[in-house]
């Protein structure tokens, strides 16, 4: 059991299922005081009874108070999980743009805005970002998701760095594919890029273990999306051109 989140009291937004939900389950599980939160109230409650957690349903960047009065007073680790899975290209309709912002990145700026102060005043607490892969690399298929995601990223890296030597603790999750109902949403370009590799949810929530107890901001269930990053930023040019002829292999599997 974890020293380091034992007795800690834990919010993890949507929770409900797949990535969150297995999160919930493993902080419950090295001894935490769980929160368990989703738009859904009967899968969050379904979540909270099943590992004795206590269910706050509703809109993650509004929940902050009720989830701090839940824990006794204190929100020890924020789990920013809740994500919109949103696709299309450069023409999407205004509304899917700023749906994919507001949950994405908003709901994480507004969280931080309420608990900031605590955090600071006490000299501990914790952020942690369900970012995805596609924050640090991008996602055939998916502008509005790649680009809030790359947002969300930004944003918690910024917090990092920012104030890390006032003892908040942030950490980015960056999973490729995992077995959730998200990667069934994502389509063919889902099965093309993600599906291959996907792992579950469980793996996820090992991963933020591990970078938790290392106190390592960037967590990677997939340790190859190192590289790819790498090769990201060193060689631009090759990238796009290998990511291009996925998105050409993508189109001509009829996307």
């Not at 600071?120 to 991008?138: N, P, W």
């Not at 920012?162 to 603790?169: M, P, S, V």
Request: charged letters at 20%; glycine letters at 10%; a negative charge.
């Amino acid at each position: 059991m974890s020293t380091v989140v034992q007795g800690s009291g834990v919010v993890v937004t949507g929770a409900g299922g797949g990535i969150g939900a297995a999160l919930a389950r493993r902080f419950a599980g090295e001894g935490a005081r769980v929160v368990v939160n989703d738009l859904d109230p009967d899968r969050a409650k379904a979540v909270a009874e099943e590992i004795g957690a206590t269910a706050v349903p509703g809109d993650a960047s509004e929940i902050v108070e009720e989830a701090r009065a839940a824990l006794g007073g204190t929100v020890d680790v924020w789990c920013a999980n809740a994500g919109l899975a949103s696709g299309g290209d450069a023409f999407a309709d205004e509304a899917v743009w700023a749906a994919a912002w507001d949950v994405n990145v908003m709901a994480h700026v507004r969280a931080v805005r309420a608990l900031l102060p605590d955090w600071l005043e006490r000299g501990s607490g914790r952020f942690v970002s369900t970012v995805s892969a596609a924050g640090l690399l991008t996602m055939v298929g998916a502008a509005p998701y790649s680009v809030s995601k790359h947002g969300a990223y930004a944003f918690a890296e910024w917090l990092s760095l920012t104030y890390r030597h006032r003892g908040l603790k942030v950490h980015a999750i960056c999973p490729q594919g995992v077995r959730t109902d998200m990667l069934t949403a994502a389509g063919s370009a889902g099965e093309l890029v993600l599906a291959p590799t996907a792992i579950e949810p469980e793996d996820v929530a090992d991963s933020l273990m591990d970078a938790i107890e290392a106190d390592r901001f960037l967590v990677l269930p997939h340790p190859e999306v190192a590289a790819f990053y790498q090769a990201r930023a060193t060689d631009p040019e090759r990238w796009l051109e290998n990511m291009n002829h996925i998105q050409r292999k993508w189109e001509g599997a009829g996307a």
